[in-house]
């Protein structure tokens, strides 16, 4: 931030250079960082770099952003609520203000230079983007007003923004609407609205993507700006207008960010009224059919969210919403028909629909055709009108309007015909299927409301009703029946005879085929309805029509198909509710003539003279005098008793058919006849229909199909007398059964909703009661004992288990629907006994009716009756012993269920008892039998448990204050049982716990002791079941947990999880291994200081770490030791150093044995067999090391060694020192080097206390330590320690060092001594420097240490300690000469060698300061010579060799016998009698560098005896090597020869120091010698020597004569030419052919260019050359060999005969 004045100045005063520049900016960018610098001050420096236009500065000021501040992290290090950094930040976007006009005090120059100088320019381009980022991430930004409307208006209106500001700065602006203080909001939202109006209108036909975009985020942000602020909108409807014209104009871009804005603009409208409210509802209505399917979403939207529930206009267009194409759409419509529901922790709001007059006149407005359908006459409708609106969007009105009809407080008096109108127009020919059952059972309700004027209205319209008995659906056709049935109130009796012979013609003609299905189908059905209206007298038709018409649906129960004579039953049975069915009566062989007709024969039944009731039911009086209502069909009195009577014997007929059909296989027809059954009998209890009916009834008990067993308990309730249901309810009403019907009811009255069972209301009807008199009322009293006993006594106690089920659902129905009858009441104990038994049953469905049963049961019976009951029930729940009745087992007995017990050995199922009993046998095992039936005892145990709860579930709702003192002890177990592994008694006691608890979270909070008490016992109970399901509650119990709750616990939570994980049944070890999880991350959270407070969080770590360390893992199962590792490396790495410190020392010790003990076992075999398998054992060391220090104990290590301090060091030290010396296994000894090293590192100084007791228990474990891996690793941390020790330790460390590899002992401690040196060196320099002269003397001999590994090491020594080889050995030589004289004489073999090759090297580069010591050292070497020879004395003569070589005159000159040089020819000459050939090779080798050394001294005679016979005796042992055997043998114990090269270097070293006396001596035996070297067979190289000594032969020759040689001399090298030659003419070894020549000139140039030489050697020279001149590949050897022979003196004649070479 500067001023353009300012900006002016620095570049004309402090210009630079752009790079110099950058390197300044760079500079104080790094320097922030390494001075750590706060990020909330050097925020605005990085911000500034970032956007800076040089590449490297921007890189690095987003790399600080990034790093330091945590920009991009969810909680960055700076602080953006901080108000004073954002004032900032603000300042820096905007600069500062304008400048103001110069005060009138100053001089104006100087007024307007100070102005300017104060002015701040505002942010560029991308900075401002860069701080915009920031500002949409702090509230305090959001606050910051007037600065936060300033920045929004730059970023849109400002001079030089950008698309991408613009977005920012839109996006900035939801951000502000969202997060910012009304009391800072308020004042601007006008002025922002304005603009943002105004953005939108200038920008609407643009189409660019920047473009778009911003009008999306403009579209968002007054979304948020109404919701925050919706006065501004109420009142002005314009806006929504616009918004919603938008989603048709809008691009698809946008449009997604519009719709979420027209969504949220709702809210500001909600509370409109007025005006307001009627222009958005004509936008709304407007929308709703528009073709954009985003506008007829947000329309839908808006009328379910602005206008309350029972507003017309809202409802109306959420029904047009529901016939919407778009799923979406749909489906907000359909939750706008749909009452609202209240909010969590709102107050109960009773909702109210709209009126239904109301909203039918509103649909006509809206609709014509629907108001002209309801205003013409019934009888002229048009069946092929078009429906008005989409059939989805009619389904939803007729839904909705039956809803308002049924919510209407009070129906008038007369049906609503505009109502009925709608209906009518919904069951037009072309509406679909579905709308037409939907307004026929609507027109249903409304006729079973208003019979006789509903009856009046449509009298004329049968024609039309008639129509729908052949509809494709079975609910339509049975609906249009039943209005049939009420219409028939208001026809005359021959229009309805008439009619009833219309329908059974369609199902009595003989042509079965001529009618379809469905038209016979609903005709019966239709029949039915008709003839139980006709049975109460209106319309009056005769006894004759209704005998035909019931005779016609009798002769249908046998119909060839079933479904057609199963609707012929429930047709009969329907009628039948009217009392007993006009049968023609069948004439006895005794009965009166034909003309004698009875009196009771009356064409009116005697039903017709009974009294209506106001809603066209009859009311008839019971034998006891009292008045039924509600249209209930009663007993007839004595003066129709004559009637039924003589009906009773005719319509008994049919019952046997009826019964017949209940054994057809099809449910439906099976529930048909059930039905059919129960009705008849409820109308006419005579035995002659309750004998069959129960009979076919109770067969059905074997039935396995659930609907079957409820419809068979249902037609019981209706045989047994006493249902809450009239007979005008099942005829007049969409009735299906008692149970939907009370269901029903139930749902309709929310009081009725909240109280009591859900099966259970019967009180809420008239009990339909069958017309009795006298006998016959003793017949169903008969009948109801019958059921009793057989429901009771047999069936539930049943060996089958459905026959089981089938009592039990049967008991439940008759306790349910008929309760209160006067026969049930006093057996309710007995009744609760029997559902008490079946709540153990296998079967589900026995189970949970048995404890619904014991609901209904709760409610029936008194106090007492409740409270014995419940108590029951709790100990069932709670694991007690319950009261068993003994049940007869048969062979088909079902013990287990199927499949639960596998299969038997030879195949077959294992279930029922005969299975089991024929296993027991085959197995010889009787009594597995009684194991088998203890199993089973457990199964009913745990089913007894879940019967229980369900039925528990029921009671809890009734028993209220009575469950008081249970909760305590039934809450925790009822807690656990909610995880069991069994789903069904999982199921069913949540079904309970959500009956007991109202609010689970509090209950659980209260009772959490008790329940952590129970899982903690379970979790190690005997019940594999009771542990998985602890486990699993356990889980979930200590989710979010703190730890004031958790303090007593975790122990005992730590001890049993751990026991857990490592159970004997798999599944509990899955639930332990989740729980394992929730409770290390619980763990790890209450030992974190930074979400637990520091001191509870150091009193976690105090309990967790400690039990880790000692339970887990010194546990011996492997799993609970990783488990217990791993959470302790997770606890130490969320844990501060203040926690962890007072367990430092133990938790380190036990992490170091860890990385041994968590290795795993293989591994240890493998290294140990590492050799034999071909491995490498050091290699496989270091990946076993490696692995640990990657293991999460490695990492818990370096977190300790970084929280110890000095007071935890006094405890850590002793045990670390202790387990340096005891420790076992190769990562726990490295591990505690290693540990040692990170500790000295990172406490310094502070170490220094313990330095000695530190490196004294390393060195001593490393000295008894066998693994070099080890080794390295102690060595290394004794060198780090010994960097803060005292000089006298490090003294003593070296000392103790340089003894082990001076003190005789194995290679491990020459080793361990070189290792230890080496890191001293590397670790402690400036330690190792004080020490330099007691180590470097002997790293220089230690260096030629016999071992590679350990030379190599004080090979490194040395090269890093010098500088200068030279110098080094100057300064050093004092002190090297004692070291390799003792080494020399030392009695270690390797020592000696070690000694000795360190002489040689000290030979080479000795210098000036060797001479002094040579003859010493010359001395104790030809001392050590003689005696046994060990392997590598070879190196003993090297090194005599080198240190002749490098100070010959020193030994030349020795006054000492001892070093002279004749003593030193001497001991090699006796080397080479010794009879290991490779000495011997050595010592000849080393012989010749002492004869070079000494070539002023003549010691050929001294070495001539020995060497001048080994060609011989090579050229003898060539021509003896053809035998074999034993001559082999004893070959090779004789002396072998010298060998031959050697030999032949040293005959040359010691002919070149010859003196001319000796030369002249010797020739002759020299050249012979040399002959028989050059003889062929031996190697080239052989060659090679012997033709060097030959040319040394001649030219010694040729210079011991003065003038030319002597004849003896030319006769001596006449003799070697011929081997010369043969050499020359090897063409494969250019060496020795060049040798060859070499020697050939030099003999020319002796013998006078070959004039003293024989002729034909001359020639055979001359031939030689010719054929190497000519022939031979090399150029050189060709000029050679023409040089050599232009030598030649041409003596010979051309003809002279030339004899060939090779022949000589």
């Not at 790890?1084 to 930074?1090: K, S, T």
Request: net charge negative; glycine share 6%.
């Amino acid at each position: 931030m500067c001023s353009s004045q300012l900006l002016v100045s620095i570049i004309t005063h402090c210009w630079c250079a752009v790079s110099v520049l950058q390197k300044r900016k760079l500079g104080i960018l790094n320097f922030t960082a390494a001075a750590g610098m706060d990020p909330n001050e050097a925020l605005l420096l990085y911000l500034i770099a970032a956007a800076d236009p040089q590449d490297a500065v921007s890189r690095r000021g987003e790399e600080l952003l990034r790093k330091r501040c945590g920009l991009d992290s969810p909680k960055p290090s700076v602080n953006l609520e901080d108000p004073a950094l954002i004032s900032k930040l603000f300042h820096l976007f905007q600069g500062s203000p304008e400048p103001q006009a110069a005060s009138t005090t100053q001089p104006a120059a100087a007024a307007a230079t100070a102005v300017a100088d104060s002015h701040v320019l505002p942010a560029g381009v991308l900075l401002q983007s860069r701080l915009m980022s920031l500002f949409t991430k702090s509230t305090a930004a959001a606050n910051h007003f007037p600065g936060t409307i300033q920045v929004i208006l730059s970023c849109v209106y400002g001079p030089t923004t950008t698309a991408r500001l613009k977005q920012q700065g839109m996006e900035f602006a939801v951000w502000v609407f969202k997060h910012a203080e009304d009391a800072q909001l308020q004042p601007h939202s006008a002025t922002i609205l304005q603009k943002l109006l105004q953005l939108l209108n200038e920008d609407s036909a643009a189409s660019d993507t920047p473009t778009l975009t911003l009008r999306g985020f403009t579209y968002q942000a007054l979304g948020q700006l109404a919701k925050r602020s919706p006065q501004l909108f109420q009142k002005d409807s314009d806006i929504a207008a616009q918004f919603f014209s938008a989603l048709s104009v809008e691009p698809p871009g946008v449009r997604a960010a519009l719709q979420e804005a027209v969504s949220t603009l709702a809210s500001a409208y909600k509370d409109c009224s007025g005006d307001a409210a009627a222009r958005i509802e004509q936008l709304l209505l407007g929308s709703i059919t528009s073709p954009q399917e985003a506008s007829r979403l947000c329309s839908a939207q808006w009328a379910n969210r602005l206008f309350p529930f029972q507003h017309v206009p809202a409802r109306y267009i959420c029904m047009l919403a529901t016939g919407d194409a778009k799923l979406e759409i749909r489906e907000e419509g359909q939750g706008g028909l749909n009452p609202p529901k209240p909010q969590p922790g709102a107050p109960q709001v009773q909702v109210t629909y709209p009126p239904l007059a109301a909203m039918v006149a509103y649909i006509q407005s809206r609709h014509a055709a629907l108001k002209q359908a309801a205003n013409s006459p019934r009888g002229s409708m048009d069946m092929t009108k078009q429906l008005p609106l989409a059939p989805k969007a009619y389904l939803a009105l007729i839904a909705f309007l039956r809803e308002c009809r049924s919510k209407q407080e009070a129906q008038p008096d007369a049906p609503p015909q505009e109502y009925l109108g709608i209906l009518e127009h919904a069951m037009v020919k072309d509406a679909p299927g579905e709308l037409h059952v939907a307004a026929i059972q609507a027109m249903l309700e409304v006729g079973g409301d208003h019979p006789h004027p509903f009856a009046a209205l449509y009298q004329g319209h049968l024609t039309w009703l008639k129509a729908f008995l052949s509809h494709t659906d079975a609910t339509a056709r049975d609906a249009a029946g039943k209005l049939c049935g009420i219409v028939m109130l208001a026809v005359r009796p021959s229009q309805a005879e008439t009619f009833l012979t219309d329908l059974t013609s369609a199902f009595a003609d003989q042509d079965l085929k001529k009618h379809k299905f469905e038209l016979q189908d609903g005709h019966l059905a239709a029949t039915g309805y008709v003839l139980a209206q006709s049975m109460t007298g209106q319309p009056a038709i005769s006894r004759e029509a209704q005998q035909q018409a019931t005779t016609a649906l009798s002769d249908a129960l046998t119909h060839s198909q079933h479904a057609l004579a199963a609707t012929a039953a429930a047709a009969l049975g329907h009628a039948g509710l009217r009392g007993a069915l006009p049968l023609p009566q069948p004439t006895p062989a005794s009965s009166s003539p034909p003309h004698e007709k009875d009196s009771s024969m009356d064409v009116v039944p005697p039903s017709a003279k009974r009294p209506r009731s106001p809603d066209g039911g009859t009311t008839t009086t019971q034998s006891g005098g009292a008045s039924a209502g509600n249209g209930a069909v009663e007993v007839v009195d004595s003066s129709e008793a004559a009637t039924s009577d003589a009906a009773s014997a005719s319509d008994t007929s049919v019952m046997p058919k009826i019964v017949a059909l209940m054994k057809d296989k099809d449910v439906k027809v099976v529930q048909k006849a059930a039905t059919a059954a129960g009705h008849i009998c409820a109308g006419h209890a005579v035995k002659g229909n309750l004998d069959p009916a129960l009979e076919g009834l109770f067969a059905l008990g074997f039935n396995k199909n659930e609907d079957v067993l409820f419809t068979v308990g249902e037609a019981l309730c209706f045989a047994f007398g006493g249902v809450p249901v009239s007979a005008d309810i099942v005829l007049r009403s969409s009735f299906l059964s008692i149970a939907t019907w009370l269901n029903s009811k139930q749902a309709s009255s929310a009081a009725d909703a909240s109280e009591g069972p859900q099966d259970m209301d019967t009180d809420s009807a008239q009990p339909l009661t069958a017309s009795t008199s006298g006998e016959a009322g003793s017949e169903q009293s008969a009948a109801q004992d019958e059921i009793i006993k057989k429901v009771m006594q047999e069936l539930v106690f049943h060996s089958r288990a459905e026959v089981r089920c089938a009592g039990c659902v049967w008991l439940l129905s008759l306790v349910s629907y008929t309760g209160k009858h006067p026969k049930l009441m006093p057996l309710l104990p007995e009744i609760q006994e029997a559902f008490s038994h079946l709540l153990g049953d296998q079967n589900e469905l026995t189970q949970e009716m048995a404890s619904r049963g014991m609901s209904v049961v709760y409610s029936l019976g008194d106090e007492s009756a409740q409270k014995q009951l419940l108590d029951g029930l709790m100990g069932v729940l709670q694991g007690g012993a319950r009261k068993k009745r003994a049940v007869k087992l048969t062979g088909e007995t079902q013990v287990f269920e199927e499949g639960s017990m596998g299969e038997a050995p030879g195949g077959g199922s294992l279930s029922t008892y005969k299975e089991l009993c024929a296993l027991a046998t085959d197995m010889g095992q009787p009594d597995l039998v009684y194991r088998f039936m203890d199993l089973a005892n457990h199964h009913a145990s745990l089913n007894s448990s879940r019967g229980a709860a369900f039925g528990f579930a029921s009671i809890a709702k009734l028993a209220g204050e009575q469950l008081g003192p249970y909760i305590a002890n039934l809450v925790p177990k009822l807690y656990r049982y909610q995880y069991d592994p069994n789903a069904r008694v999982r199921d069913s006691m949540s079904h309970i716990w959500r009956a007991l608890v109202a609010e689970p979270k509090k209950t659980v909070d209260e009772h959490f002791g008790a329940i952590l008490k129970e899982l903690l016992k379970e979790m190690g109970g005997r019940l594999w079941r009771n542990r998985e399901a602890s486990c699993n509650a356990l889980s979930d119990l200590l989710q979010g947990r703190r730890w004031p709750e958790l303090k007593p616990w975790l122990s005992d939570i730590w001890s049993m999880v751990l026991r857990a994980v490592d159970d004997i049944k798999e599944s509990v070890r899955a639930a332990a291994a989740v729980l394992v999880k929730t409770l290390r991350n619980l763990t790890l959270r209450l030992c974190d200081p930074q979400v637990t407070p520091p001191g509870e969080a150091g009193e976690a770590v105090g309990l967790a770490l400690p039990l880790m360390l000692e339970k887990g893992v010194t546990s011996q199962v492997a799993e609970v030791r990783g488990l217990a590792l791993d959470t302790i490396a997770k606890m130490v790495k969320a844990a501060g150093p203040p926690q962890i410190q007072p367990h430092l020392a133990d938790l380190s010790i036990t992490m170091l044995e860890s990385l041994s003990g968590m290795e795993d076992s293989r591994l240890n075999y493998v290294e140990q067999h590492a050799e034999r398998i071909g491995l490498d054992s050091d290699k496989l060391e270091s990946l076993r090391v490696s692995a640990s220090k990657a293991s999460p104990m490695g990492d818990t290590l370096d977190l300790c060694a970084r929280y110890a301090d000095s007071k935890t060091l006094e405890e850590m030290v002793p045990k670390l020192c202790g387990l340096v010396k005891r420790g076992i296994g190769l990562n726990t000894r490295t591990g505690c080097a290693r540990f040692i090293t990170a500790l000295t590192t990172r406490q310094g100084a502070d170490i220094k206390p313990h330095t000695a007791a530190f490196i004294k228990a390393l060195v001593t474990a490393a000295r008894a330590e066998k693994s070099t891996t080890v080794q390295r690793a102690y060595a290394q941390a004794a060198a780090t320690v010994a960097k803060y020790s005292s000089e006298a330790r490090v003294a003593k460390l070296v000392e103790e060092a340089v003894s082990m590899y001076t003190t005789p002992g194995d290679r491990e401690a020459r080793l361990l001594s070189s290792m230890i040196i080496r890191e001293l060196q590397k670790q402690a320099a400036e330690a190792f420097a004080g020490q330099a002269s007691q180590v470097m003397p002997l790293a220089f001999i230690a260096k030629s240490d016999e071992d590679p590994g350990v030379g190599g090491l004080w090979g490194e020594i040395w090269e890093e300690g010098t500088t200068s080889l030279s110098a080094a050995l100057r300064l050093y030589m004092p002190d090297l000469v004692p070291l390799i004289t003792a080494g020399l004489t030392s009695q270690q073999w390797g020592q000696k060698k070690a000694a000795a090759k360190s002489l040689a090297d000290l030979a080479e580069a000795g210098g000036d300061a060797l001479p002094p010591h040579t003859p010493t050292l010359i001395s104790t070497i030809l001392q050590e010579l003689p005696g046994r020879l060990w392997e590598g004395k070879e190196g003993m003569l090297a090194a005599l060799a080198a240190l002749c070589k490098a100070a010959p005159q020193a030994v030349m000159s020795s006054s000492q016998p001892s070093s002279s040089s004749e003593a030193v020819v001497e001991a090699l000459m006796t080397a080479l009698a010794r009879k290991k050939q490779a000495y011997r090779q050595a010592a000849l080798e080393a012989l010749q560098v002492v004869l070079e050394a000494f070539s002023q001294e003549d010691h050929f005679e001294a070495v001539a005896g020995p060497l001048l016979g080994t060609p011989l005796q090579h050229t003898q042992a060539a021509s003896s090597s053809t035998q074999a055997g034993k001559e082999e043998e004893e070959a090779e114990d004789k002396e072998r020869p010298l060998p031959l090269l050697p030999t032949l270097k040293a005959l040359l070293a010691a002919w070149s120091a010859a003196s001319s006396a000796t030369a002249a001596k010797h020739a002759e035996h020299m050249a012979g010698a040399l002959k028989e070297a050059l003889q062929p067979g031996f190697s080239w190289q052989a060659h090679v020597a012997a033709l060097q000594a030959t040319q040394a032969l001649t030219t010694k020759l040729q210079g011991s004569d003065t003038k030319q040689l002597s004849k003896e001399n030319t006769t001596v090298i006449s003799g070697l030419i011929p081997g010369v030659l043969r050499a020359a003419q090897d063409v494969k070894i250019a060496q020795l052919q060049t040798t060859a020549l070499d020697t050939l000139a030099a003999m020319l140039k002796a013998t006078s260019g070959g004039k003293a030489l024989p002729s034909e050697l001359r020639a055979a020279i001359q031939q030689q050359l010719s054929i190497t001149a000519a022939e031979h590949k090399s150029s050189a050897v060709k000029a050679r060999a023409i040089e050599i022979k232009a030598c030649l003196n041409d003596g010979n004649s051309a003809d002279a005969p030339m004899k060939d070479a090779g022949a000589l």
